[in-house]
């Protein structure tokens, strides 16, 4: 006699986009996702697409948002809840990597 048992994975999707800070969406964009509980250990990357976007399946919980333009700009980071039931939307908008300098010599002190 065989008894099967059903594992049910309670997962939602989240789904991403990526823009500049003109709100042009930015492709083969790096994400990283990564759980806020130490106990959950939960890490995962995904790539934007063409228009910006990326997917990616994660049970629920708390997590950190992260995408970076460069290796020498800081990551702009979110913090996003994910319920058990279903999808998540989030924009990430980035940065602009380095300062204004233009008027940097007319400042009067």
Known sequence: ?????????????????????????????????RATSPQ???ERSASTDDAGNY???????????????DAHASPTCTGIAISARGDTWITTQLR????DLSNFGNRWY
């Open 1 to 33: 006699m065989l008894f099967a048992s059903t594992l049910v994975c309670s997962a939602a999707t989240l789904h991403g986009r990526v823009k500049d800070q003109r709100c042009a969406v930015l492709p083969q964009m790096q994400v990283r996702i």
């Open 40 to 42: 959950q250990g939960l």
């Open 55 to 69: 997917t990616v399946d994660l049970p629920p919980g708390e997590y950190q948002v992260c995408v970076q333009r």
């Open 96 to 99: 602009d990597t380095a300062p």
